[in-house]
């Protein structure tokens, strides 16, 4: 008994050390930078709001850095600049693994904890990925367009070569694998540019001689509003469209019915925790040189899912809602 009493008294003596240190850890010298490409994406902005209001709370400084368009070479660049700062921490969206990868191994090396978010880098020295389960988020786009084309049907899909728009368009795969009715005839890349998406769109619903086209999916946030917008010119009402994403816009196409639905993704949660994150590490640090990723005693997961879920017309204004409310404060 006098054993446990001693442990409930240290337990409380160590919460109420780390409350008061954790009031006065942070200085102006804390930064944290976000490295992702397309960065005036609505997805982005809400991944950025993420971020200051995490910053906001420690007293730290944030920064996003990255170009406009899609441009993962320009990525790169921006995520070398941002390690000559010396930051606290980095979080990066990769757009290309390959690219990315040296640049995440040698961040490591130099004492800079890297974690990414939204889309991944698995086999580099990262400390782990927090974002989508994207095998799930496909899974469930593929149930909806199964059960909205009673299993059968045409199915073209917009994308961009990233890790976590791959897993998206396998999780949709695995849901259309013991179902041959349903055929993908084409996986388009958008290269970055949602116009491309809205081109492609009209050349289904308006060429002779190609195949009709069922479904329209979107693996990205940008493309859901350009297909919507060539489907609405060609009256094709009788076209499915899923969607990725919850920006306005996306929302405002489901309310309305031109969209069917949209996978809904956590950008705000995402940069909220990774900062939480990083901030952690900075002032509990641990031996970067580490691999933890193979370690049964490491001091990190090695994914940390922020959530998933289907939005339609019948919780379409919950969304609209919570957009409301974060906007309004």
């Not at 009031?23 to 804390?30: A, G």
């Not at 782990?128 to 909806?144: D, M, V």
């Not at 909205?148 to 694998?177: I, S, W």
């Given at each position: ?7 409930v ?7 109420t050390i ?14 944290y930078i ?9 997805y982005?902005?809400?991944?950025a ?7 906001a ?7 996003i850095?990255g170009?406009?368009?899609?441009d ?12 000559a700062?010396?930051?606290s921490?980095?979080?990066?969206s990769?757009?290309?693994t ?29 400390l782990?990925?927090?974002g ?12 909806r367009?199964?059960?909205k ?12 070569p990233?890790?976590n728009?791959d897993?998206?368009l396998?999780?949709?795969?695995d ?8 055929k993908?005839?084409e ?5 970055g ?10 050349h289904?619903?308006t ?27 060609n009256?094709?009402t ?21 969209i ?8 705000y949660?995402?940069?909220y ?13 641990v031996?970067?040189?580490?691999d ?14 922020t ?8 919780n ?7 957009r ?6």
């Amino acid at each position: 008994m006098k054993l446990f009493v001693r442990i409930v008294v240290l337990a409380s003596l160590a919460v109420t050390i780390s409350l008061l240190v954790g009031c006065s850890r942070h200085d102006n010298n804390e930064r944290y930078i976000l490295v992702t490409v397309n960065t005036k994406l609505p997805y982005w902005q809400t991944a950025a709001a993420g971020l200051a209001n995490s910053a906001a709370q420690f007293g730290v400084k944030m920064d996003i850095r990255g170009p406009e368009t899609y441009d993962p070479e320009a990525q790169v660049k921006e995520f070398r600049d941002a390690m000559a700062l010396k930051p606290s921490g980095i979080l990066v969206s990769v757009a290309d693994t390959g690219l990315m990868q040296p640049a995440i191994n040698d961040a490591i090396d130099a004492g800079i904890p890297v974690i990414t978010i939204d889309s991944d880098a698995p086999a580099s020295k990262r400390l782990y990925f927090i974002g989508t389960n994207n095998l799930q988020a496909g899974r469930i786009g593929g149930q909806r367009v199964l059960e909205k084309l009673h299993g059968k049907g045409n199915v073209v899909f917009y994308t961009m070569p990233q890790t976590n728009m791959d897993e998206r368009l396998k999780g949709y795969k695995d849901v259309f694998a013991d179902h041959p009715a349903i055929k993908i005839v084409e996986v388009f890349n958008i290269k970055g540019d949602a116009g491309n998406a809205f081109d492609r769109t009209q050349h289904w619903l308006t060429e002779k001689g190609v195949d009709h086209i069922d479904a329209f999916v979107c693996l990205e946030a940008s493309s859901g509003k350009d297909v919507a917008e060539a489907v609405r010119r060609n009256n094709a009402t009788d076209r499915l469209i899923v969607a990725m994403d919850t920006d306005e816009a996306t929302l405002n196409l489901v309310k309305s019915g031109i969209i069917d639905s949209t996978i809904s993704q956590k950008p705000y949660t995402m940069a909220y925790y990774g900062l939480k994150q990083l901030d952690d590490i900075h002032h509990y640090p641990v031996d970067l040189k580490k691999d933890f990723s193979t370690n049964s005693f490491s001091p990190f997961p090695r994914f940390v899912d922020t959530g998933v879920s289907l939005v339609d017309k019948v919780n379409v204004d919950l969304y609209l809602q919570a957009r409301q409310e974060a906007e309004a404060k």
